[in-house]
Protein backbone atom coordinates (compact mmCIF):
# COMPACT_ATOMS: atom_id res chain seq x y z
CA UNK A 1 0.00 0.00 0.00
CA UNK A 2 1.22 3.53 -0.03
CA UNK A 3 0.42 6.63 2.36
CA UNK A 4 -2.79 8.09 0.71
CA UNK A 5 -2.96 10.70 2.91
CA UNK A 6 0.30 11.75 2.12
CA UNK A 7 -0.05 11.71 -1.57
CA UNK A 8 -2.79 13.89 -1.15
CA UNK A 9 -0.47 15.94 0.99
CA UNK A 10 2.22 16.17 -1.61
CA UNK A 11 -0.60 17.42 -4.17
CA UNK A 12 -1.49 19.86 -2.21
CA UNK A 13 1.76 20.92 -1.49
CA UNK A 14 2.62 20.82 -5.35
CA UNK A 15 -0.36 23.29 -5.70
CA UNK A 16 0.83 25.28 -3.24
CA UNK A 17 4.21 25.83 -4.49
CA UNK A 18 2.80 26.95 -7.42
CA UNK A 19 1.18 29.55 -5.59
CA UNK A 20 -2.55 28.54 -5.81
CA UNK A 21 -4.88 29.54 -3.06
CA UNK A 22 -8.14 28.63 -5.13
CA UNK A 23 -8.85 25.55 -5.30
CA UNK A 24 -11.15 23.10 -6.74
CA UNK A 25 -11.80 19.15 -5.74
CA UNK A 26 -13.02 16.05 -7.37
CA UNK A 27 -12.68 13.96 -4.99
CA UNK A 28 -13.65 10.12 -5.35
CA UNK A 29 -16.75 7.87 -3.84
CA UNK A 30 -16.14 8.17 -0.43
CA UNK A 31 -16.89 5.10 0.40
CA UNK A 32 -13.82 4.39 -0.69
CA UNK A 33 -11.06 4.30 2.47
CA UNK A 34 -7.94 5.47 -0.32
CA UNK A 35 -10.27 8.13 -1.68
CA UNK A 36 -11.53 9.52 1.37
CA UNK A 37 -7.59 9.22 2.92
CA UNK A 38 -6.29 11.29 -0.30
CA UNK A 39 -8.86 13.92 0.10
CA UNK A 40 -8.21 14.46 3.91
CA UNK A 41 -4.37 14.74 3.51
CA UNK A 42 -5.04 17.26 0.72
CA UNK A 43 -7.62 19.27 2.84
CA UNK A 44 -5.14 18.99 6.16
CA UNK A 45 -2.46 20.11 3.90
CA UNK A 46 -3.99 22.88 2.78
CA UNK A 47 -6.00 24.27 6.31
CA UNK A 48 -2.34 23.97 7.95
CA UNK A 49 -1.61 26.59 5.24
CA UNK A 50 -4.95 29.24 5.62
CA UNK A 51 -6.93 28.10 3.14
CA UNK A 52 -10.05 27.70 4.47
CA UNK A 53 -11.39 24.84 2.63
CA UNK A 54 -15.25 24.95 3.64
CA UNK A 55 -15.30 27.61 0.68
CA UNK A 56 -13.81 25.23 -1.91
CA UNK A 57 -15.33 23.71 -4.62
CA UNK A 58 -15.89 20.23 -3.93
CA UNK A 59 -17.61 17.22 -5.96
CA UNK A 60 -17.60 13.47 -5.54
CA UNK A 61 -17.41 11.31 -8.55
CA UNK A 62 -16.87 7.71 -9.47
CA UNK A 63 -13.18 7.56 -10.46
CA UNK A 64 -13.84 7.56 -14.17
CA UNK A 65 -13.40 9.84 -17.29
CA UNK A 66 -17.12 10.13 -18.30
CA UNK A 67 -17.58 11.30 -13.93
CA UNK A 68 -14.19 13.74 -14.57
CA UNK A 69 -15.93 15.07 -17.51
CA UNK A 70 -19.57 15.57 -15.94
CA UNK A 71 -17.87 17.09 -12.89
CA UNK A 72 -15.49 19.78 -14.65
CA UNK A 73 -18.75 20.82 -16.29
CA UNK A 74 -20.14 21.16 -12.92
CA UNK A 75 -17.59 23.27 -11.83
CA UNK A 76 -17.44 25.42 -14.82
CA UNK A 77 -21.16 25.98 -15.11
CA UNK A 78 -21.10 26.68 -11.18
CA UNK A 79 -19.09 29.67 -11.77
CA UNK A 80 -16.63 29.06 -9.04
CA UNK A 81 -13.54 31.31 -9.36
CA UNK A 82 -10.35 28.60 -9.09
CA UNK A 83 -6.57 28.71 -10.37
CA UNK A 84 -6.33 24.72 -9.67
CA UNK A 85 -8.18 21.41 -9.67
CA UNK A 86 -7.24 18.54 -7.61
CA UNK A 87 -8.60 15.41 -8.92
CA UNK A 88 -8.34 11.96 -6.95
CA UNK A 89 -7.27 9.78 -9.98
CA UNK A 90 -5.95 10.42 -13.09
CA UNK A 91 -8.61 9.15 -15.16
CA UNK A 92 -10.87 11.74 -13.90
CA UNK A 93 -8.48 13.86 -14.65
CA UNK A 94 -8.27 12.94 -17.99
CA UNK A 95 -12.00 13.67 -18.83
CA UNK A 96 -11.87 17.06 -16.70
CA UNK A 97 -8.92 18.15 -19.16
CA UNK A 98 -11.66 16.99 -21.89
CA UNK A 99 -13.99 18.94 -20.82
CA UNK A 100 -11.69 22.18 -20.28
CA UNK A 101 -10.33 21.54 -23.65
CA UNK A 102 -13.91 21.45 -25.44
CA UNK A 103 -14.82 24.59 -23.37
CA UNK A 104 -11.91 26.61 -24.56
CA UNK A 105 -10.22 26.65 -21.34
CA UNK A 106 -6.73 26.24 -22.02
CA UNK A 107 -4.93 24.20 -18.87
CA UNK A 108 -2.59 25.26 -17.45
CA UNK A 109 -2.57 28.64 -18.72
CA UNK A 110 -6.20 29.70 -17.52
CA UNK A 111 -6.09 26.65 -14.61
CA UNK A 112 -4.23 24.19 -13.74
CA UNK A 113 -5.01 20.31 -12.98
CA UNK A 114 -3.31 17.78 -10.77
CA UNK A 115 -4.12 13.95 -10.50
CA UNK A 116 -3.69 11.19 -8.61
CA UNK A 117 -1.78 7.47 -9.25
CA UNK A 118 0.15 8.47 -12.11
CA UNK A 119 -1.14 5.83 -14.42
CA UNK A 120 0.09 5.47 -18.51
CA UNK A 121 -2.90 7.86 -19.26
CA UNK A 122 -1.20 10.71 -17.09
CA UNK A 123 2.12 10.69 -19.48
CA UNK A 124 -0.24 10.64 -22.50
CA UNK A 125 -2.79 13.05 -21.91
CA UNK A 126 -3.01 16.62 -23.40
CA UNK A 127 -1.69 18.54 -21.38
CA UNK A 128 0.69 16.04 -20.03
CA UNK A 129 -0.84 15.81 -16.62
CA UNK A 130 1.12 16.23 -12.66
CA UNK A 131 0.09 13.32 -10.81
CA UNK A 132 0.93 12.04 -7.56
CA UNK A 133 3.36 8.97 -8.63
CA UNK A 134 2.24 4.91 -7.04
CA UNK A 135 4.76 2.50 -8.33
CA UNK A 136 2.81 0.59 -9.53
CA UNK A 137 4.75 -1.73 -11.02
CA UNK A 138 6.75 -2.32 -7.93
CA UNK A 139 3.01 -2.71 -5.91
CA UNK A 140 2.28 -5.63 -8.27
CA UNK A 141 6.05 -7.43 -8.67
CA UNK A 142 5.41 -7.43 -4.94
CA UNK A 143 1.97 -8.32 -4.89
CA UNK A 144 2.85 -11.45 -6.77
CA UNK A 145 5.43 -12.58 -4.85
CA UNK A 146 3.42 -12.65 -1.61
CA UNK A 147 0.65 -14.65 -3.87
CA UNK A 148 3.52 -17.24 -4.91
CA UNK A 149 4.78 -17.40 -1.28
CA UNK A 150 1.52 -18.36 -0.16
CA UNK A 151 0.51 -20.66 -2.82
CA UNK A 152 4.11 -22.68 -3.70
CA UNK A 153 5.79 -21.94 0.13
CA UNK A 154 8.10 -19.67 -1.46
CA UNK A 155 10.28 -17.29 0.85
CA UNK A 156 10.13 -14.57 -2.06
CA UNK A 157 10.89 -10.50 -0.46
CA UNK A 158 7.95 -8.52 -0.04
CA UNK A 159 7.57 -5.12 0.25
CA UNK A 160 4.40 -3.76 1.78
CA UNK A 161 4.65 -0.44 2.04
CA UNK A 162 5.54 1.85 -1.10
CA UNK A 163 6.89 6.04 -1.27
CA UNK A 164 4.18 8.55 -3.34
CA UNK A 165 6.20 11.84 -5.20
CA UNK A 166 5.09 13.89 -7.56
CA UNK A 167 5.54 13.77 -10.92
CA UNK A 168 5.53 17.50 -12.50
CA UNK A 169 4.13 17.66 -15.78
CA UNK A 170 2.81 20.69 -18.17
CA UNK A 171 -0.63 20.60 -16.74
CA UNK A 172 0.70 22.71 -13.97
CA UNK A 173 2.05 25.93 -14.20
CA UNK A 174 2.06 28.92 -11.53
CA UNK A 175 -1.14 30.84 -10.58
CA UNK A 176 -2.47 34.14 -12.39
CA UNK A 177 -2.73 36.99 -10.81
CA UNK A 178 -6.39 36.61 -10.88
CA UNK A 179 -8.19 33.21 -10.75
CA UNK A 180 -10.05 32.46 -13.77
CA UNK A 181 -13.99 32.40 -13.87
CA UNK A 182 -15.97 30.68 -17.07
CA UNK A 183 -18.82 29.57 -17.97
CA UNK A 184 -20.07 27.01 -20.78
CA UNK A 185 -22.04 28.78 -23.75
Known amino acids: TVDHALGGRLAARALLDHKHRDIAVIAGP ?3 AD ?3 R ?3 FMDELQQNGIDT ?3 WVAESDFSP ?3 WAAAKELVESGHRCSALFCANDEMAVGALSYFQEAGIRVPHDLSVIGYDDTPSAEFS ?3 LTSVHMPWREMTMNGLSALLNQCYDLRRPVTRSFP ?3 TLRASLA ?3 STAVKRKAS
Open 35 to 37: SVA
Open 164 to 166: VTV
Open 30 to 32: SRL
Open 174 to 176: KAA
Open 126 to 128: APR
Open 39 to 41: ING
Open 66 to 68: AGG
Open 54 to 56: GKM
